[in-house]
């Protein structure tokens, strides 16, 4: 169980990203996050994991405080919350095995990660992860070599490889084309059926209706929708992204 407790960011002590929200998320859930850019959902997700601090409130994961947590029980529990970025965030002059190796690093050694030097077992655990993913034969090949496509596959094996129990996903399909973006969305709906809650911040209301068991809507950091997919109809689609927005999904 996640459980966010009137949770606020002020950017700068002045902007304000997230206004007490609070809503919990049972364990293998597949949630949806909406709004506009700006509306604080990407605020929300790094909250979640403290890498963004949070100004107040609380994040509870299975009964911890998570934004308490002192650095060491905090980097035990960011092994159990994997995150997939939008712009896929990998060191795209290294081969794609050690993309997805760093996903390890919450369990190795410093210093071996620093030398990049993993166990036969890590290796082993990457080359599945990669195989999940459908690019095992690109595992030593230069990340920057991949298509978009590829390289946010090889971003979900990376954060598989912390074998989380959470998977925070920030609009991972913005940059892809609609056939890649369901191919992505369908891996995170495997997780949620193998039981893995599912955070994702999305703008295609087709794709939450299609994924999502639940949304949360977001709009000027403020919580203003909390419910099923096939709640928002035209009515509250206005009321979370503007009188002027047009529906297209």
Known sequence: MLEIRHLTKVYDNTVLALNDVSFTVP????LAVVGLSGSGKSTLLR??????????????LDGIDV???QPDELRRIRRRIGMIFQHFNLVLRSPVITNVLAGRLGYTNPMW??????SKEDI?????????VGIKDKAYVRADELSGGQQQRV???????????IMLADEPVASLDPVLAHSIM?????LRDEGITVICSLHFLDLVQRYADRVVALKDGNLVFDGSPQEIDDNRFKEIYGEEAQRIG
């Open 124 to 132: 082993a655990m990457a080359l599945k992860q990669l195989d999940r």
């Open 27 to 30: 364990q293998g859930q597949f």
């Open 186 to 190: 369908q891996y995170l709906e495997q």
């Open 113 to 118: 990660s620093l030398i990049n030097r993993f």
């Open 155 to 165: 971003g979900i094996a990376r954060a598989l490889m912390q074998e989380p129990s």
């Open 67 to 69: 934004t308490a947590a």
């Open 47 to 60: 909250c979640i994991n403290r890498l963004i601090e949070p100004t107040s409130g609380q994040v509870i």
